[in-house]
């Protein structure tokens, strides 16, 4: 059985993971939409996507909307298929009955 | 290390997320619709208002353009966000909705312009309640806050002053709702 992903494991990760991957695939998150869901701040919530953006699970897309800067935050396919296997294995974790897992 | 009430706790994390990126998106949708609804029913009491003779030709123009401006803006988000948001089901239930409505006023009932004033909106909005039962409290909210001002018009407000009421309650309510929605 593999571990758990401790990327996406972190409790604000896998809120944004669990927040990217409810939306259609290819769609994505404005940074200040993604900060209300989430309940994070500015700064937690940026240096949380730039972890998950350097471990390829999601791809951030800056751009101008006007004069404002827009972020727009996507789960890339591996982001989907890891955070997929990490509630699988979450799943197992509860169905196995309390059962400590790395 | 994690144990299973911790797994637990994390799945249900996910779920509380997930059902706010969908209410969000509702939300997205609904709001727009609202808007656009809230500008016309405002330009219609206010042009009622200021010429009551042309009253039978402004609210079918303010019913079609508020069903058209729903199914443009629903196609358009259903591009841009992927979204499955309009299909013939909410064609349908707009024709079942006027049906009904029009069976009410005009068959069974003899309604005045003042009792359309305040069945149509009263009616509009037992929808908004409804959805909201499923779709989020904000429906619910709007819905009975307009309702229960649109009988206080209906009761306290008199003659043409009444379109004002409405175009301010009604339309204005219906804006306001939206812009709330979008910001929350």
Redesign the interface.
Known sequence: MAD?DDII?Q?LR??IM??L????Q??G?EFS?LK???GATDGNLGAHIETLAKAGYVDVEKAFVGKKPQTTVTATAAGRGAFARH?AM??E??A??????? | ?????Q??A??S??DD??R???Q?QVYNLASLIMIWWGVLVFAGNIATWLWPWYAAYIWPAVNTGGVLGTVVISALLQIR???RAVDGRVVAAYVLFYAFGYFCSDVLGDFGPRELGAFWPIYFMLFYVLAGLWFGQAFVALGLAITVLTLVGYFYVMGGTFLLWMAVVNGGGLVLGGLWMRW?
């Open positions: 758990l494991h409790p896998l809120r669990a927040a991957n409810a939306l259609p290819g769609t998150l939409r209300k869901l989430t509630v979450l799943q974790i509860i196995g009955g309390g059962g400590e897992r790395a | 290390m994690i144990d299973s009430k797994a637990a994390a799945l994390d996910i997320i997930v706010r990126v969908r969000s966000a992927r979204l929350n």
